[in-house]
C-alpha cells in the first residue's frame, strides 16, 4: 500500500486550504448578495460600517474589486473590502474622529480603515475615482443599499492594476454582465484595451 509522502501530504494541504477559501466565498457571496447567513460572515459587519461612515459624513463612494467582482460575475475568496471615494475624504476623514469610533473605525488612519474586527478596508487610489463614483450603481448587498461600481469601470480599474486575479475577475464578468467594448476603450490606454480584447478571446466572447 503507497504511503503518503512529505510532497503528497503539502499537495493535500494545499488542496484543503484551497477548497476552504473557495467555501468562504460562497458563504460571503451568500450573505453579501443573497442575504444569507450573513450574521456568521465577519466581512459583512465592516462594509456595512464603513458605507454608515460614508453616509454620515456625505463621502461619495463606489465599492470596487473582489466583492464588486463577485457581484458581478462569480462567487470567489477575497480577504478584502474595497473602494473608491471622492477626492478630499480623507480631510473629512481627519476631522471625524467620533464618527469613526462610533462606527468601530480607528481614527489614527484615514488611507486605509481598521475595523474593530480586525479587517481593513481599503480606499483605492485612482485617478478617476471621482468618475468611478459619479457613475456608481446603487444595489442591495447585506440587506442594504449600496453604491457599487459599473461594471465597466470595475474591469477599466483592473485592466488598470494588471494582476492575474484580475484577469479572472474580467473573464468572469464578462461571462455574466453585457460590456461594451467601445466604453471599455474609453476607459483605457490601447495597451490595456488590447489586453481586454485578449482576455475577451481566451474567455470564449465574441
Known sequence: MRTMGV?????????AR????????VA??????????????PYARPLIDAIT?????????????????????RARFTEDIDFVAVAGHMQILERSGDA?????????STWKLYHDSGLEVDIWKDEHSDAIVSRAREVELAGRKIRI???????????????LQDDYDISEILRSQTIDDAVIGSRVDAAQFSHYQDIKRRTGQP
Open 53 to 73: 461612515l460614508f453616509n454620515a459624513l456625505g463621502i461619495g463612494y463606489a465599492m470596487v474589486d473582489g466583492v464588486a467582482a463577485m457581484y458581478y460575475g
Open 18 to 25: 484551497c477548497l476552504e477559501r473557495i467555501d468562504r466565498g
Open 7 to 15: 510532497t503528497d501530504a503539502s499537495a493535500a494541504e494545499d488542496l
Open 149 to 163: 461600481a459599473d461594471p465597466h469601470d470595475l474591469i477599466a480599474m483592473k485592466l488598470r492594476a494588471g494582476r
Open 100 to 108: 469613526m469610533r462610533q462606527n468601530h473605525f480607528d481614527p489614527s
Open 28 to 41: 460571503m457571496r451568500k450573505a453579501l448578495i443573497m442575504n444569507v447567513g450573513g450574521d456568521s460572515v
